[in-house]
C-alpha cells in the first residue's frame, strides 16, 4: 500500500524579505514517512519547514498538505503559559477528559479528545519523568524542560504531519533517548515527520534525507550512513576531477613555453639571417612586421589557452568546496600544555546551588575531560566554577592556564560590535589578511565580517566565538565548552571535532552529544548524581 500524501510542493519559489531569492522551483512530496533535513546555517532548513506546515506562503507555486500539520521550532512554547498543559498544548484535552470522569462533559469534548483516551496517563508519566510537577509555574523551567513540553504535546497531538525543527537541543542523553522513542512510535503509526536536525543520532533511522541547498533541493535515499557514503563518493569524484584538471594544466603549460621558446629561437635566426643578407629595407621592414603580428597572435592564444586551463582548475576546486562543505578552524602546531605540567586542581570543591557533594580531582598534561548528567545536575556551574565566573560554595580551585569560556550564551561575543573589529581588538598582531583568512576557513565570509554579532546566525556566532577564544591573546591553552554544537549544522559539527582531535591544548568540554565526544578522545569523564560524583578515567 502506498504512502499516502501529506503535503506537496509544486513548482514553489520564495524571495526573502530582502528580494534574494531562497529556493527556486521546488518540487517535493512527503507521505508518511520519517525525512531528515539536513544544511548549513542559514540555508533555508527552518525555512522551509515553516513552507510545508504553512507559517510561510511561498512567493511562486503552490503547496499541499494534511490536516492538522504540527510544527514544534526551537522557539516553541508560549512564555505566557498558564500551566505545564498549557505550555504543551494540551490544556484543553486533558480539560475535556477530566470534566468526562467528573461526569460534566461538554458538547464538543469528545471532538477534542478524538482518539486520545490515554492521554492522561501519557501527560502522567512525561511528567514524572522529567521530574515535573504539574504545579509547577512554567517561568521556572530550564529550556530543556520547555522543548520537552512541547514535543510531549506534539506527540500527543492529532497531527498527521509533524514537523520537528532541532528537537534535540537543550535536552539531556535521558531525555534524548525518549525522543528516539517517541519518534519511533510516531512512525509506526503511520503518520509523517519532517526532522530538521543535526543530530546524527537522530539522522541514521530517518526513512530518507533532505538537503537544502539553494535554490534547490539535494536528495538522499536513506539515512546519514547513505548520506556519508554519497558526499564520500562526490569528494573522491571531485578531488579526482581537480587533480586531472592541474595535469592537464600542467602538461599544456609545457607545451605551451616549448612553442614560445621554439618561436623565439626561429625569429633570432631570422633576425640573424635577415641582418647578413642583401635584402632592401622594405622587405626587411615587412619581414619584421610579419614576425611581430604572428608573435603577437601567439601570444593571444597562449594567453586565452591559459585562461581557460586555469578555469578549468578553478572550477575543479570550486566543485570540491562544495563537496566538502566543510568550515575550518586553525591548528595549533605548538605543544600547548606539555605532559606533567599541572592542568586542574579541585580540592573538596561544594557548588553555591543545587547537588553539595564535595569534588576533589586533579589533572597533568592535557586532559580531555567531558562532564555529563541530565539536564540540572549541575555541569554548566561546574564548567563556570572552573573558569573562575562563579566561587565555589567551599574549596579551592587552581587552574595555571589560560581557560577561556564559551558559554551557551556566547557572552564572550559583543552583540553589537562588528565581527572584525572584536578580533584585530582580541587577536593582536595577526593582520587583517590572517583574520580574514581564518575566518574565511570557518565559513564566516567578507560581507559578514562588518555586520553587529546579532545580525548572524546562531550557527555563524557559534563558529566566531569558537575561533575568537583560539585566537585572541593570551592564546587559549584549555578550553572550556558548554555544549558547543548546539547552533552548529553538520559540517561545522564535523570540523569542530577534526579541530579538537588536534588540539594540543587541554579541553573540558560539557555535551549531551554522545557522538561528538566520541570523536575527541576523552581521557576522563566526569558526572554528578545524588550519590555524589562519579569519574571514569578513559586514558
Not at 559583543?414 to 587577536?427: C, K, N, S
Amino acid at each position: 500500500m502506498a504512502n499516502p500524501l501529506l503535503a506537496a510542493l509544486h513548482g514553489v519559489d520564495y524571495l526573502l524579505p530582502d528580494g534574494t531569492q531562497l529556493f527556486a522551483d521546488l518540487n517535493e512530496a512527503i507521505g508518511a514517512e520519517t525525512v531528515g533535513v539536513i544544511g548549513h546555517n542559514g540555508s533555508g532548513k527552518s525555512t522551509f519547514g515553516k513552507l510545508v506546515s504553512g507559517e510561510l506562503a511561498p512567493t511562486r507555486g503552490r503547496i499541499e498538505r494534511a490536516r492538522p500539520v504540527v510544527r514544534v521550532s526551537q522557539e516553541s512554547g508560549a512564555a505566557d503559559a498558564a500551566s505545564l498543559a498549557e505550555l504543551a498544548g494540551l490544556h484543553a484535552p486533558l480539560a475535556a477528559l477530566r470534566r468526562l470522569a467528573q461526569g460534566e462533559a461538554l458538547p464538543d469534548d469528545f471532538d477534542t479528545i478524538g482518539e486520545r483516551w490515554d492521554i492522561e496517563a501519557r501527560w502522567d508519566a512525561l511528567l514524572e519523568r522529567a521530574q515535573l510537577d504539574e504545579s509547577m509555574s512554567p517561568a521556572s523551567l530550564s529550556g530543556g524542560q520547555r522543548m520537552l513540553l512541547c514535543l510531549a504535546g506534539a506527540f500527543c497531538s492529532e497531527a498527521e504531519l509533524l514537523l520537528l525543527d532541532e528537537p534535540s537541543n537543550h535536552l539531556d542523553s535521558a531525555h534524548r533517548a525518549w525522543l528516539a522513542g517517541e519518534i519511533g512510535r510516531w512512525r509506526d503509526s503511520g503518520r509523517g515527520l519532517l526532522l530538521i536536525t543535526h543530530d546524527r543520532a537522530l539522522l541514521a533511522n530517518v526513512d530518507r534525507t533532505i538537503e537544502t541547498r539553494p535554490p534547490l533541493l539535494k536528495r538522499y535515499g536513506g539515512g546519514w550512513s547513505v548520506v556519508q557514503a554519497q558526499r564520500g563518493a562526490e569528494l573522491e569524484a571531485a578531488n579526482a576531477r581537480l587533480e586531472r584538471a592541474k595535469t592537464e594544466r600542467s602538461r599544456e603549460q609545457h607545451a605551451l613555453r616549448e612553442q614560445a621558446e621554439r618561436a623565439a629561437r626561429r625569429n633570432a635566426r631570422g633576425a640573424r639571417d635577415a641582418k647578413t643578407a642583401n635584402q632592401a629595407k622594405l622587405l626587411l621592414g615587412l619581414r619584421e612586421d610579419r614576425a611581430e603580428q604572428t608573435n603577437g597572435a601567439r601570444a593571444m592564444r597562449h594567453a586565452r589557452r591559459q585562461q581557460e586551463l586555469q578555469d578549468e582548475v578553478s572550477d575543479a576546486f570550486g566543485a570540491l568546496a562544495g563537496a566538502l562543505q566543510c568550515p575550518e578552524f586553525p591548528e595549533r602546531d605548538e605543544v600547548l600544555v606539555p605532559q606533567g605540567q599541572e592542568t586542574l586542581v579541585l580540592d573538596e570543591v561544594r557548588a553555591p546551588w543545587g547537588w553539595q557533594a564535595p569534588l576533589t580531582w586533579s589533572a597533568r598534561g592535557p586532559v580531555r575531560l567531558a562532564i555529563t548528567g541530565p539536564n540540572g545536575c549541575g555541569k554548566s556551574t561546574l564548567l563556570r566554577m572552573i573558569a573562575g565566573e562563579l566561587a565555589p560554595a567551599s574549596g579551592t580551585i587552581r587552574r595555571p592556564l589560560h581557560c577561556p569560556l564559551l558559554d551557551q550564551s556566547l557572552r564572550m561575543l559583543d552583540q553589537h560590535a562588528p565581527l572584525l573589529e572584536q578580533f584585530e581588538r582580541a587577536a593582536r598582531g595577526l593582520g587583517e589578511g590572517r583574520l580574514r583568512q581564518h575566518l574565511a576557513k570557518a565559513g564566516l565570509p567578507a560581507k559578514r565580517l562588518r555586520q553587529p554579532c546579532h545580525a548572524l546566525s546562531g550557527g555563524e556566532q557559534m563558529r566566531a566565538a569558537l575561533l575568537l577564544a583560539m585566537l585572541g591573546q593570551p592564546p587559549a591553552r584549555m578550553l572550556l565548552l558548554d555544549e558547543p554544537t548546539n547552533h552548529l549544522d553538520l559540517a561545522a559539527t564535523e570540523a569542530l571535532e577534526h579541530m579538537l582531535r588536534s588540539w594540543t591544548g587541554a579541553l573540558v568540554v560539557v555535551s549531551h552529544d554522545e557522538r561528538f565526544l566520541d570523536q575527541l578522545n576523552l581521557t576522563h569523564r566526569i558526572e554528578p548524581t545524588d550519590a555524589g560524583w562519579v569519574l571514569q578515567d578513559r586514558a
